[in-house]
């Protein structure tokens, strides 16, 4: 560009005659710097984070090493630490959580997605996206005074009635444990499962449907033989960010399980979850051991959520990038 | 009509009603647990709930007042923690970010928001309780404060994302240099989503009780400054409802319907108000 006369670069410019919005180049980058420090404040965070569970759960990872993992016994008296019980309740209570969401999700997402018009649909994830803003005590609430009742006086001995040939239905009806707490924490899962189910089934493309009803297919051979299976990916992906949501989740989860350590194959005994034995006993840890073996639960805790997070968000990505839908966060 | 297409018929007319038998089932989920909290906590709501201290145990009567004010505290410290760090973090991400760091740091914000809200707690315990030795409002305002940070992030990040092109470009076009334009045209363009963000992470930790349980701890009375243990509705109504006495579980019931009342209020307000009709077309 050597033949544009008027050209003037940076360094033509006299320093004493620089104009207002030269003098604010250099504020481009403390801007620049200022936000970059923010952002990796976050990053600093997430290193202490891993850093201080790690290090601060060494002397439980030194002294019982993997056999934490399979220990049955909980005795802070004797110091002897074993996280099975807490580890089972945690994944019996996520399990029948998402038996019952996400049929109860991926069936209400399709009724949004595909069914309802436009403004009713709307109008329903505006509740539903509410149902997940219930903060978790309330759920436990509800759970303590109204749950656990009715679960001792009419669910649980119809159940007995019906199932009790299962081992899962067998035992006395206390009420609270496993099965109580999977009921309430897949009530607060449900919207998660709606919402990314929902998101996914609105990415599939509308000339796939299109080409299955011009085949003849009815509305529901269309919906769970074309769209369904052309998102299953996501909805893979909605189903382990509500596990990771309920392998987490600890009031609602400590105030109806039972918070009892023990193993059974019934799902009317009390239980226990790693959440839950975090919310009760840290506060009144006394001495290292004991502190670091619950922080070690934390640990683990953290990893699963870690994983099953990574996952979902990777399963969710390849779903709605085929098609027009977003991320949601 | 054949056998045939009459059971495909009819599969299609059962199957289809019993999604929307789901829908059915989770919206009511929503107005249960509304109307249950109003019916059960709205009667022992009086004045006195929001003005006086808890009654010594075994009392009845008293009131939550250090629980309000001790959750509007924390909310604070959660605000000026949490806010700044996020909002500017998320300009980063969408205005100056190169390609590695921004991908690192979204990816961390994605999981931190996945990290359970308890492990959040162990981490202000370590940072914070366990240097000072004893439990504080400020210990629980970093629990909530460190949760508020990836939300607002990525929430600010997405909505500067969608300030159109042709601002910006205006807005250079008039000499401003980029941090001019950051700052006086895409924020303000963007300020009603980012404000919808940070009220709704707000509201989100407002009803946060696991990571207090150990930081913020509890109290019966004041507590002053940020530096004792305070009280919060969420930990109180947890610690009532699972206590031994029938008046603590009214209680229970009453500051369940507040803090329901504040959670849901601000999320219908916000989302109503805040996200209908931006400053620029939205695409």
Request: aromatic share 10%.
């Amino acid at each position: 560009m050597a033949t544009t006369p008027n050209a003037v670069t940076p360094a033509d410019v006299p320093r004493n005659t620089r104009t207002l919005p030269r003098r604010w180049a250099g504020a481009d980058e403390i801007a620049h710097l200022i936000t970059m420090i923010a952002a990796g404040a976050l990053l600093l965070i997430a290193v202490l984070l891993v850093y201080q569970l790690w290090v601060l759960s060494a002397e439980s990872r030194h002294k019982f090493g993997w056999s934490f993992f399979v220990g049955t016994t909980w005795d802070p008296v004797s110091g002897d630490f074993g996280a099975l019980p807490f580890i089972y309740g945690t994944l019996v209570t996520s399990a029948v959580a998402l038996c019952i969401a996400v049929p109860l999700g991926v069936g209400a997402a399709i009724f949004l997605a595909e069914l309802a018009p436009p403004k009713l649909s709307s109008s329903l994830t505006f509740v539903s996206d509410l149902l997940a803003a219930v903060p978790s005590v309330i759920y436990g609430l509800l759970g303590v005074f109204l749950l656990v009742p009715l679960m001792r006086t009419t669910i649980q001995p119809a159940l007995k009635d019906v199932l009790g040939f299962l081992p899962i239905f067998q035992g006395p009806s206390y009420g609270i444990g496993f099965l109580t707490a999977g009921i309430v924490l897949a009530i607060m899962i449900v919207p998660f499962v709606l919402s990314v189910s929902r998101e996914v089934l609105l990415a599939v493309p509308r000339d796939q449907r299109e080409a299955a009803l011009a085949l003849g297919a009815t509305k529901w051979e269309s919906t769970w033989k074309v769209v369904v299976p052309a998102a299953r990916i996501g909805i893979f992906g909605s189903v382990f960010l509500a596990l990771a949501r309920a392998l987490g989740e600890t009031m609602a989860v400590t105030m109806v399980i039972g918070n009892n350590p023990r193993i059974s194959a019934s799902l009317f005994s009390p239980g226990y979850s790693i959440a839950s034995v975090l919310a009760n006993e840290f506060s009144e840890a006394t001495g290292n051991l004991y502190l670091s073996a619950l922080i070690e639960l934390g640990l683990v805790l953290f990893l699963l959520t870690f994983v099953l997070n990574g996952l979902a968000r990777l399963l969710i990505l390849i779903t709605t990038s085929r098609g027009s839908g977003v991320l949601p966060t | 009509m054949s056998i045939q297409l009459a059971w495909r018929k009819s599969l299609n007319v059962v199957m289809l009603s019993l999604t929307g038998l789901c829908a059915l089932i989770t919206v009511s989920a929503l107005f249960f647990i509304l109307g249950y909290l109003v019916w059960n906590g709205g009667k022992d709501l009086s004045w006195n709930f929001f003005t006086h201290l808890p009654a010594p145990v075994g009392e009845e009567g008293g009131g939550m007042a250090n629980a309000i004010v001790g959750t509007l505290k924390l909310l604070l410290l959660a605000a000026v923690i949490g806010v700044p760090l996020g909002l500017l973090g998320g300009v980063y991400l969408a205005e100056f970010g190169g390609r590695t760091l921004p991908f690192l740091v979204r990816y961390t914000a994605d999981l931190m928001n996945g990290v359970p809200s308890i492990v959040m707690g162990i981490f202000a315990y370590a940072m914070v309780v366990m240097p000072m030795h004893h439990f504080s409002t400020l210990a629980g305002g970093i629990a909530l404060g460190v949760m508020v940070i990836p939300v607002v992030l990525r929430n600010t990040e997405s909505f500067l994302r969608d300030v159109p092109r042709s601002l910006r470009e205006g807005s250079f076009a008039l000499g401003a240099n980029k941090w001019r334009m950051v700052a006086s045209v895409v924020l303000p363009a963007a300020s009603r989503g980012i404000m919808t963000g940070v009220l709704l992470a707000l509201a989100r930790v407002a009803g946060e009780t696991a990571p207090l349980l150990f930081t913020a701890f509890g109290n019966r009375y004041w507590s002053p400054g940020f530096n004792q243990p305070t009280s919060s509705l969420p930990v109180i109504i947890y610690t009532y409802a699972t206590g031994p006495y029938e008046d603590w579980h009214r209680q229970a019931w009453a500051a369940g319907l507040v803090l329901l009342g504040l959670v849901l209020v601000t999320n219908i307000l916000v989302r109503a108000f805040l996200t209908r009709g931006t400053a620029y077309e939205r695409t």
